[in-house]
Every structure is written in C-alpha cells, then in structure tokens.
C-alpha cells in the first residue's frame, strides 16, 4: 500500500471520530437519575430528612427509661418542667434539658430521668438529618428568675381582628417585672399594656418562636401579623 493511502485511511478515521464526538454531544440526554445530582454520597439530602416533635410529659417519675429513636438532631421546643436525658447508653454523660438545649449526634435511644412535675413536660424537636435551629431559652435567665416571684399565664388563640387580655395578679401586685412570649404557629402582632400607657406600637413575634422582654405590664393586645389562618400565643408574665 502507497504511503500517501496511509495517509487517506487515518484521515478518514480522524473525521469519523470527530463526527462521532459532535454527534454524541448534540444529542438530547436522557433524564434518568445518574444525569441528576447525587445525594447520600458525601451530605445528606435535607429536603427528605424526617423532623418531628416528640412530647414528653412529666407527671410520673423516670429513672433513665429507655426511648428508642433515630436521630441525629434534638432540640428543647419548649418546656414546662425540668428533665435529663443521655444519649445512647446509660453510662454516657447525663444532659440537663433546662440547661442544654440542642443536641447533635448519630442518636439511637435516649435515656430520661425527671422528678414527677404535674401538669409539666418538654416538647423536642427530633430530626433524622443533620441540622440546625436557632432558639431561645423558654425560661428567664437566673438573674431575672432571682427578681421574680412567680408568673400569669394568658393563653390564647389569634385571630385577624385585635383582641386585648389583661394578666390576673395576685392581691398586691398589678403589674409584672417581664414577660416571656411564647407563638406555636403564624406570626403575631403584639402590643403590651402598661400601667401608664396604651399607646405603645405593635411588634412582631415570628412563626413558631419565643421573645422575652423586661417590661412592666397589665395586659396584651394581640392579632395576627399576617393572612388569616389562626395561631396561638402563651405570654408569661413574671412579678
């Protein structure tokens, strides 16, 4: 074979190669899995990680009973009482819940210890993917707790339209040193009711959050921030 024939034949193949290669990049890709970003490999898929809350109530008193879970985020939502948990096994380290308040970790079982609290219990948020929630304590820092002698409770439901409450003291006392605000569900508007004054502007308390404020109040007026749909608001009011 002629030298110059060499030459046709590895054009020849030269071009179908290239041809190929426009060919196989201009044709549609199918859709299919593997042509969509991977999940599971190095970080979880959010987006299908299980949350929920788990409410322990308090009436009865545990000694590290057993609560079987798979977890990798716990996280206090709100509390009325007081309650440790470990995490695992009963030897490991014991969590004061009043204290720490989110835990991570590859969780499989808790173990619960608390005093009988009537009426009480601690509502956790539990999710199987890795997470992260910013929140507040549900309690007033030692410092104010040390100033206050006890609290009124005003529990309501919210609706579009204002409503006002008023705090119910004991005899003596007619107004309070602060008050914790508690919203499970929409946001909320709130204005505070003080001894001198009706006239202080409207704030807003997120979904599903808590704000404290030192303040001297007799009551609340209160509605939604936003929409229609119902929430509902706890305010403490400490004296």
């Known amino acids: 074979m002629k030298k110059k024939d060499w030459y046709y ?3 020849g193949v030269g071009v179908v190669a290239v041809g190929y290669y426009l060919y196989s990049m ?5 859709t299919g899995q593997k042509y969509l970003p991977e999940y599971g490999t190095q970080t979880e898929n959010p987006l299908s990680s299980l949350t929920y809350i788990k409410r322990i109530v308090l009436s009865q008193a545990r000694d590290d009973e057993e609560l079987n879970l798979s977890a990798k985020y716990i996280s206090v939502l709100k509390s009325t009482g007081s309650l440790s948990i470990k995490i695992n096994d009963r030897s490991s380290a014991q969590f004061d819940l009043t204290e720490v308040r989110s835990i991570s970790a590859n969780i499989e079982k808790i173990f619960l210890t608390n005093v009988a609290q009537s009426d009480c219990y601690v509502d956790l948020i539990i999710s199987e993917g890795s997470m992260n929630i910013e929140y507040y304590p549900t309690q007033l820092p030692a410092i104010t707790q040390g100033i206050a002698t006890g609290y009124s409770v005003l529990t309501v439901s919210v609706i579009a ?8 003291f004991p005899e003596g006392i007619k107004y309070t040193k602060s008050v914790d605000f508690i919203v499970t569900g929409p946001a909320v508007s709130v204005k505070i009711i003080t001894p001198t004054s009706n006239s202080l502007k409207f704030f807003t308390i997120p979904d599903n959050s808590y704000f404290s404020v ?4 007799t009551g609340i007026t209160f509605q939604l921030a936003s929409g229609t749909a119902s929430s509902n608001l706890e305010a403490r009011g400490w004296y």
């Open 9 to 11: 034949i590895i054009g």
């Open 214 to 217: 030192p303040i001297t109040a």
């Open 161 to 168: 339209t204002p409503v006002t409450a008023s705090f119910l």
């Open 26 to 30: 201009a044709k549609p890709k199918p």
